[in-house]
């Protein structure tokens, strides 16, 4: 297991930040990877990752970042490879919702099977380190709670 070099010195929050961003660009190089496994780049497979239920052009849109006619563009290729469908908004028939097809649903399957073989260390750690850590990371970032996910819009 890995030590911290410096047990006794208390990271100061721009080290945090610092150690995050390298951690964010250590998962999307493995997320980038699985998704390429799979014939799909970084953004069409945080797509998919993000559809675990029907979600707007819109609502995925703010969940990636992005414009929404860049999410019309991944969205498009995503379709064409049936790993996504278009379905009226059952409130609003205006609007189109994003969902996955059985297709997708295995494709994340194995994107996120490719991604753990790949972060193993995450297994390594006992039950008690990997609460504790997602209860920090709650802690530092609520907006990614489940229930803060759950309730982004559509």
């Known amino acids: 297991m890995h030590e911290n070099p410096r ?4 990271a100061t929050p721009i080290e945090l930040i610092e150690q995050l961003a390298r ?3 250590a998962y999307y190089r493995h997320f980038a990877a699985a998704a390429a496994g799979h014939g799909l780049t970084l953004m069409q497979g945080k797509t998919l990752s993000l559809l675990t239920r029907p979600r707007s052009m819109r609502g995925l849109a703010g969940l990636l970042s992005c414009d929404a006619s860049n999410v019309t563009g991944i ?11 278009r379905e ?18 295995r494709t994340v399957r194995l994107i996120r099977a490719d991604l753990m073989s790949g972060l193993t260390a995450l297994e390594e750690l006992t039950a008690e380190d990997r609460g504790a850590l997602r209860s920090l990371l709650d802690r530092a970032f609520p907006e990614t709670t489940s229930a803060a996910y759950r309730a982004l819009p559509g």
């Open 75 to 85: 969205v498009d290729r995503l379709e064409a490879r049936d790993l996504v469908l």
């Open 88 to 105: 009226p908004d059952p409130s609003d028939r205006r609007v189109k919702n994003i969902a996955l097809t059985e297709h997708g649903e």
């Open 7 to 10: 047990p006794d010195r208390t």
């Open 23 to 25: 951690v964010a660009a």
